[in-house]
């Protein structure tokens, strides 16, 4: 009979082991501080297995993916991992790899999320993966103004899960000015448009069912549908987004629960539905009673100013899901879900069970946000279109072989590498001290093919700059190190 300890033993063995990009975020900013990065690792590592987040008998990720992870050379890492070994800490054992001295039998298994890639922490390279906008004068101007004494924050009486009541309001008006007319009580005001999806995720779909999203798409969305234990199916996309007789097809083969898109610039092709596609998909969806969840984070971000009316003014069972995070500040934390009312009402206790309710500040700041709405988009886009142009010129210049249309809003350009797996050029990148994400990040279906590139053109100018060079120069040399051999050294 297995003893309790053998079956903990057991789950340890059947963890993953902590991937080169989970430690490295661990690490964080590993690399500030005096030293050889050798030494800046070793010391961080050592902090990590002495306060226990590094356990015993844990594997540590080998020496090259780690050097990749951490945009520094092997050597680095070797040099550090033998310094721990010397300070006993870590025992190197030729073909089984590092791991941290001792044993444990408590450790459980480690989940990975698909978009927590994104967030891991390098110390030192240009981190040109996340697409996470900058403050505005306008955003700051307007979170000045929070009036605490706008309710009663002595008692926080106004609190409840689906939001401040004159919040809801605020973004009642502000959907009905978008086109839509909506009450407040189709208002829930989430922590980012990421909690509304997987609140209306939530709401919609069982364990077992099918979802259809965009071929590519944002891994927060489907990671949601997993987690919730649904299946979420590609379809394919053009520069207009999911083709009408692509959803028609998977609709009538998978029967789906929901139907996920993100039609604004999205992320990551930047594509952008037309007023006719988005019309022809609003009706198809609603003619096969599928609701869609259309996640509209990126619509306001139109580089020619025009912002398309929700889905749901077409049909009014699709959900919206909304949030001020990318135009005014990603640091808000302000989103909202416009459902019927009687959704909100029962997701209402799924929201509490998660975090009670969001941040009265933020609130409070989101109806400044809102009052100031076009001031603060005309910042936020002139600086986008400005930064996009820039990133256009320089790719131009620097990668004249790479193809991608030029972005018409949002915050990313998707580019098409002349050859090659994406992945293995994104390690390869993170050696010249760039990181980017490849399309494999996003890809839904498996197997993808791996041929395009993500970079978000959000990091002030100069990192902007110099990172498109880094790629430049990682690129030729990734060229160089995948040419085939010349015809002579074949023999
Ligand atoms: C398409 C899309 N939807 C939702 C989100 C999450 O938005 P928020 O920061 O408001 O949670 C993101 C974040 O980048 C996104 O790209």
């Known amino acids: 009979m297995p003893t309790e300890s053998s079956a903990n033993q057991k789950k340890m ?114 981190d040109l993966r996340m697409a996470m906008p900058s403050m505005l004068a306008t955003t700051t101007a307007a979170v000045a103004r ?3 004494d706008a309710i009663d924050v002595a008692t926080l009486a106004d609190t409840e899960p689906a939001g401040l009541f004159m919040l809801r309001e605020r973004i009642a008006h502000h959907l009905t000015r978008q086109g839509l007319s909506t009450t407040p009580w189709q208002i829930m005001v989430t922590s980012g448009a990421q909690q509304a999806i997987v609140l209306a995720v939530s709401g919609l779909v069982q364990p077992g069912d099918a979802v259809l999203v965009e071929a590519v798409t944002w891994p ?19 520069r207009e987004g999911v083709r009408p007789d692509a959803l028609e097809d998977a609709i009538q083969r998978l029967r789906p629960a929901a139907i996920g898109l993100n039609p604004h610039h999205q992320n990551p092709t930047g594509s952008r539905m037309s007023a006719q596609r988005r019309r022809e998909i609003a009706e198809l969806a609603a003619a096969y009673r599928v609701p869609i969840i259309e996640d509209r984070a990126l619509a306001h971000l139109a580089f020619d100013g025009q912002v398309a009316t929700p889905l749901a003014d077409h049909a009014p069972q699709h959900l919206v899901v909304d949030s001020i995070n990318k135009v005014a500040w990603p640091g808000l934390r302000i989103g909202w879900l416009r459902a019927d009312a009687d959704v909100i009402e029962r997701l209402r206790p799924v929201r509490a069970m998660i975090d009670l309710y969001s941040p009265t500040h933020s609130q409070l700041a989101a109806i400044e946000v809102l009052r100031d709405w076009e001031d603060i988009v005309d910042e936020r886009v002139d ?8 990133a256009v010129d320089t790719i131009g210049e620097v990668l004249p072989t790479w193809r991608f249309a030029r972005p018409r809003g949002g915050l990313v350009l998707w580019a098409e590498l002349p050859g090659g797996d994406a992945a293995a050029f994104c390690d390869h990148a993170a050696r010249h001290g760039v990181l980017i994400a490849p399309g494999k990040q996003f890809g839904v279906d498996a197997p993808y093919d791996d041929d395009h590139v993500r970079i978000p053109f959000t990091v002030p100018q100069p990192a902007l700059l110099e990172g498109i060079e880094r790629l430049g120069a990682a690129w030729r040399s990734f060229e160089r190190s995948n040419a085939p051999y010349p015809a002579a050294a074949v023999i």
């Open 13 to 126: 063995d059947q963890s993953a082991p902590r991937t080169a990009e989970q430690l490295a975020s661990l690490l964080a900013r590993w690399a500030d501080g005096p030293g050889s990065l050798h030494h800046r690792l070793t010391e961080s590592l050592t902090e990590l297995i002495a306060a226990g987040v590094l356990r015993p008998g844990e594997l540590l990720p080998p020496e090259r993916r780690m050097a990749s992870a951490l945009a520094v050379a092997r050597g680095t890492v070797v040099r550090s991992y033998t310094s721990l070994s010397e300070r006993g800490l870590v025992d190197r054992i030729q073909g089984s790899g590092t791991r941290v001295v001792g044993t444990t039998e408590t450790v459980g298994s480690i989940d990975v999320t698909r978009s927590d890639g994104l967030y891991a922490r390098h110390g030192a390279a240009i």
């Open 146 to 148: 929070v009036q605490f």
């Open 220 to 238: 927060g969305l489907t990671d949601a549908i997993a987690q919730r234990g649904g299946r979420a199916h590609g379809v394919e996309l053009d």
């Open 383 to 390: 600086g986008l279109r400005r930064a996009a142009d820039l």
